[in-house]
């Protein structure tokens, strides 16, 4: 910092684990920007993340939840707890939607119909889930493009789920474009009711219809995605948009997020900060002018 020259120093924790650094850089500001329950991500120290997290959250001159469900605890350890969901970055998923887009070679010599998912394939995805359903449904195919964080050979046993790995961030649009009906299969546990998945905009964004797990974040999205609350029903969700899609949902889904650009997310949030900033700015004045008469 002192070789860039760096004077207004503004700290901004997305996660709690670099607490000590808070107060000891001469910030200006403090921003705790918090996206998910970190204390139950698998194979952190629980009673440590806490602490640190309760540290970071009551040191912080702003903080922002990205889930409701997030908000009435973390408002406990900072009045100035605001809302802030993700965003998406629309004009590059949505060219999911144009039909001049190819998919890859290798996605589109697979039969239809194509069942997507698209993100790290980790201890939130529900791959019980994902062998019930390629089981039920021998015909369909099961594309799951992403990392594989937790053991998915018996996933590769099901020759309809056909696993891509990792795929650079600019292609998905064209892996998308290849899927008749995009999902996103989580558990539902304490993680992932405190989460608002990403990618649920960004396959919205496609204009495909989504089938998903039944989470908070997802349940506002009702009017335009396809919830499911076991296994029966979420092969249920998935027949149904198959087979009973129009223009007019596809308009509804991208509509729905067209708003949502990580721009004007972005826009929402520093706005906050800077207010913050000047009020904070004022109220050390006042000290200041106060301890002076």
């Given at each position: 910092?002192?070789?860039?020259?760096?004077?207004?120093?503004?700290?901004?924790?997305?996660?709690?684990?670099?607490?000590?650094?808070?107060?000891?850089?001469?910030?200006?500001?403090?921003?705790?920007?918090?996206?998910?329950?970190?204390?139950?991500?698998?194979?952190?120290?629980?009673?440590?993340?806490?602490?640190?997290?309760?540290?970071?959250?009551?040191?912080?001159?702003?903080?922002?939840?990205?889930?409701?469900?997030?908000?009435?605890?973390?408002?406990?350890?900072?009045?100035?707890?605001?809302?802030?969901?993700?965003?998406?970055?629309?004009?590059?998923?949505?060219?999911?939607?144009?039909?001049?887009?190819?998919?890859?070679?290798?996605?589109?010599?697979?039969?239809?119909?194509?069942?997507?998912?698209?993100?790290?394939?980790?201890?939130?995805?529900?791959?019980?889930?994902?062998?019930y359903l390629a089981k039920a449904r021998s015909d369909w195919t099961f594309l799951l493009i992403g990392m594989a964080t937790v053991d998915v050979s018996e996933l590769r046993t099901c020759s309809n789920i056909i696993l891509t790995?990792?795929?650079?961030?600019?292609?998905?649009?064209?892996?998308?474009?290849?899927?008749?009906?995009?999902?996103?299969?989580?558990?539902?546990?304490?993680?992932?009711?405190?989460?608002?998945?990403?990618?649920?905009?960004?396959?919205?964004?496609?204009?495909?219809?989504?089938?998903?797990?039944?989470?908070?974040?997802?349940?506002?999205?009702?009017?335009?995605?396809?919830?499911?609350?076991?296994?029966?029903?979420?092969?249920?969700?998935i027949k149904e948009a198959l087979t009973n899609d129009s223009e007019a949902q596809k308009r509804a889904r991208t509509q729905e997020v067209m708003g949502s650009t990580w721009e004007a997310r972005i826009a929402d949030v520093l706005?906050?900060?800077?207010?913050?900033?000047?009020?904070?700015?004022?109220?050390?004045?006042?000290?200041?002018?106060?301890?002076?008469?």
């Open positions: 910092m002192r070789r860039l020259g760096f004077r207004k120093v503004i700290l901004w924790f997305v996660v709690p684990h670099p607490a000590a650094l808070q107060g000891q850089l001469g910030e200006l500001f403090s921003v705790y920007y918090c996206t998910d329950d970190y204390s139950d991500l698998p194979g952190v120290d629980r009673e440590e993340i806490e602490r640190l997290e309760d540290q970071v959250a009551r040191g912080a001159d702003q903080v922002f939840v990205t889930a409701m469900t997030l908000m009435d605890s973390r408002k406990k350890l900072n009045p100035t707890t605001e809302y802030a969901p993700h965003g998406v970055d629309f004009e590059h998923f949505h060219k999911a939607s144009d039909p001049s887009v190819i998919p890859p070679e290798s996605a589109r010599k697979l039969r239809r119909p194509i069942i997507g998912y698209f993100g790290t394939i980790a201890e939130w995805v529900d791959t019980d889930l994902l062998l790995g990792p795929q650079p961030y600019e292609k998905l649009p064209e892996w998308a474009a290849a899927f008749d009906v995009a999902v996103l299969p989580f558990r539902v546990n304490q993680l992932t009711v405190s989460s608002n998945p990403l990618k649920l905009r960004e396959y919205l964004a496609t204009g495909k219809p989504v089938v998903s797990s039944s989470l908070p974040e997802v349940e506002k999205f009702a009017g335009c995605v396809h919830i499911a609350r076991n296994q029966e029903e979420f092969l249920e969700r706005q906050i900060v800077e207010s913050g900033m000047l009020k904070k700015q004022n109220k050390d004045l006042g000290v200041c002018i106060d301890s002076r008469s």
